[in-house]
């Protein structure tokens, strides 16, 4: 019987573990995915939005165009009354009048204003990188586009900051291996004959220096310290110590087992406790970012990388753009600087690079961030210089 017990309590609590590491992964998972999924949905419906109001704007022929018409007739029909003229003042004349032309004259709003049109327009809002060479011109569009920025760009830093922590700890880790592998491969390279017991002593005397993450007692501190013999007036105060953080242990234990205990029989705890860990996770958004100490080198090879591999792809379907092109148009999208010199003829195959742009603009942030820290330290490093030079010498 006892065996038949065993086996069933086995058999269920195999499905059990497996369902609470499945619960934990979801919940893991559960804050990064809703800050992505929460930002695809706002850029959707800010493109439903500016597609039906600036798509379906009503176009004016104001004054201005038609000033703009009959001076072009008259600059056409001067060229073709006097051929003697000169050709450079007529480039001249007509390279004047097309600068006081506007976009709006010769496009059609639905044609500029798709779904995927405005797709782009949202894509290049709430990133900050504003191209300019879509932009709304009804009054309420310009209002709701200042609201949409307004909620948006938070929302996009949200979600920069939740990538930077994934992207900071996978540089972090992929970069204290690469030195642990290099310290073998140097370690390796050396080691030979009496250099090798040299290298052991070294090894071992930097294990002792490492800083122990165990707390130790008040006994084994006491012990550690020299001289201690002596005084067997510590030893008493010592073992005091020991007594009231022993009664401090027996009174915290139990409490401990007793609340393990209640979140396994209860599922409302068990759920409330879930609810806790998910809560900590919000919160411990931007602390593995600020944790990361990377050389700045190699951010800035990573993002030479980065951006050469998109400005080979990208000219396979934009074929008015070479690879230089390429390459300086993804970089003043990355660092949202967004000119708008360059034009993309199919817009809609860049927005496929969206999480591509959310990536790079991580990497290219915390570039940023690590140059500052750089020019922090270099400024401190300067005024101690400097304060260390002016301060009088003691005699």
């Known amino acids: 019987k006892k065996k038949k017990s065993e086996l069933r309590m086995a058999s269920t609590s195999q499905p059990l573990s497996g369902k609470r590491a499945c619960k934990k992964i979801f919940w893991a998972v559960f804050p990064h995915a809703c800050f992505i999924l929460s930002l695809v949905i706002y850029a959707f419906l800010g493109a439903l939005m500016f597609s039906h109001i600036e798509g379906n704007r009503k176009v004016n022929l104001s004054e201005e165009y038609r000033k703009f018409l009959q001076n072009l007739w008259y600059i056409s029909r001067n060229l073709s009354d006097n051929m003697t003229e000169n050709e450079e003042i007529f480039k001249e004349k007509i390279h004047a009048l097309l600068n006081t032309a506007e976009r709006d004259?010769?496009?059609?709003?639905?044609?500029?204003?798709?779904?995927?049109?405005?797709?782009?327009?949202?894509?290049?809002?709430?990133?900050?990188?504003?191209?300019?060479?879509?932009?709304?011109?009804?009054?309420?569009?310009?209002?709701l586009c200042m609201l949409?920025?307004?909620?948006?760009?938070?929302?996009?830093?949200?979600?920069?900051?939740?990538?930077?922590?994934i992207l900071a700890t996978v540089l972090s880790k992929s970069y204290n291996e690469f030195r642990k592998l290099q310290s073998k491969i140097l370690a390796s390279k050396l080691c030979s004959g009496s250099t090798c017991n040299k290298g052991d002593e070294l090894k071992s005397r930097a294990q002792s220096k490492?800083?122990?993450?165990?707390?130790?007692?008040?006994?084994?501190?006491?012990?550690?310290?020299?001289?201690?013999?002596?005084?067997?007036?510590?030893?008493?105060?010592?073992?005091?110590?020991e007594m009231l953080i022993a009664r401090e242990n027996e009174h915290t234990k139990p409490a401990r087992t007793r609340s393990i205990e209640r979140w396994s029989s209860c599922p409302e705890l068990a759920r409330g406790k879930t609810m806790s860990r998910v809560i900590e996770n919000f919160d411990k958004i931007g602390k593995q970012l600020e944790k990361l100490d990377v050389p700045i080198v190699l951010m800035v090879l990573v993002i030479f990388v980065y951006i050469s591999c998109a400005a080979a792809i990208l000219p396979n379907w934009?074929?008015?753009?070479?690879?230089?092109?390429?390459?300086?148009?993804?970089?003043?999208?990355?660092?949202?600087?967004?000119?708008?010199?360059?034009?993309?003829?199919?817009?809609?195959?860049?927005?496929?690079?969206?999480?591509?742009?959310?990536?790079?603009?991580?990497?290219?942030?915390?570039?940023?961030?690590?140059?500052?820290?750089?020019?922090?330290?270099l400024y401190k490093k300067v005024?101690?210089?400097?304060?260390?030079?002016?301060?009088?010498s003691k005699k």
């Open 105 to 143: 004259w010769f496009v059609n709003p639905k044609d500029i204003w798709t779904f995927f049109g405005s797709l782009f327009f949202c894509c290049t809002v709430f990133t900050t990188v504003g191209y300019g060479n879509t932009y709304p011109v009804t009054r309420i569009g310009k209002y």
């Open 148 to 165: 949409y920025a307004l909620f948006g760009i938070p929302l996009m830093f949200l979600v920069l900051t939740d990538m930077g922590d």
């Open 210 to 241: 490492v800083v122990i993450n165990e707390p130790l007692t008040i006994m084994e501190v006491l012990k550690s310290q020299p001289g201690i013999k002596r005084k067997p007036v510590k030893y008493r105060n010592a073992e005091i110590f």
């Open 318 to 377: 934009e074929t008015r753009l070479d690879f230089q092109e390429a390459f300086y148009f993804c970089f003043i999208t990355l660092t949202t600087i967004g000119f708008g010199d360059t034009q993309l003829e199919h817009p809609k195959f860049f927005l496929f690079f969206s999480l591509y742009i959310i990536i790079g603009m991580e990497i290219v942030f915390i570039a940023f961030k690590l140059g500052q820290d750089r020019l922090i330290g």
């Open 383 to 392: 005024i101690s210089f400097c304060g260390e030079k002016k301060m009088p």
